[in-house]
């Protein structure tokens, strides 16, 4: 079984936490755990309640989304230190807005969302350096998911002219 110093110097080593200082990766670390996934299993699916924001230490994590009269659309494909599960940290979505499964076998940090959300709002420092970075992931996921979509669009409709975009 793994111990907290486990956790705290997987932490240490992740680029998001680099501006924290020793005692708040204590804190952080109280609050997540490793999860082991093997492929093809399910960390989540889209519409489940939030719970966990997930960092992927090893292996590979697909995102999908669910498009109607397309199915499922990978988005994304978390891979070492990629994070995932960012919806359990916003204050309006409260359900995951894709699906999570694993691609290869693989490791992740599971930080509980609700304690994460508490502890930024307790500790400011905290909480600017974590929603900082949300935000930069949030920014770079709604990118990754407009690529994918105009991909969809183009399967099936061919190419699409100026005219038809701009309306």
Not at 92 to 111: D, F
Not at 129 to 141: D, G, H, P, Q, Y
Request: charged share 25%; glycine share 6%; net charge negative.
């Amino acid at each position: 079984m793994f111990k907290q110093a486990d956790i705290k110097q997987a932490l240490e080593n992740i680029p998001w936490f680099l501006d924290l200082k020793e005692w708040q990766l204590d804190l952080l670390a109280k609050i997540a755990r490793f999860q082991q996934v093997n492929a093809g299993e399910e960390v989540f699916r889209e519409g489940d309640r939030e719970g966990f924001l997930y960092i992927v230490l090893e292996g590979q994590v697909a995102l999908d989304t669910y498009v109607p009269s397309r199915g499922m659309i990978r988005t994304f494909t978390a891979e070492p230190l990629d994070i995932f599960g960012w919806s359990s940290l916003t204050p309006v979505v409260r359900q995951r807005l894709s699906s999570a499964q694993a691609v290869l076998p693989s490791r992740l940090i599971a930080i509980d969302g609700e304690a994460l959300k508490l502890l930024c709002e307790e500790d400011h420092d905290i909480g600017f350096i974590i929603m900082r970075r949300l935000a930069n992931i949030v920014a770079s996921r709604l990118l990754s998911t407009r690529l994918a979509l105009f991909d969809v669009i183009i399967q099936n409709s061919g190419e699409i002219e100026p005219e038809q975009s701009a309306h």
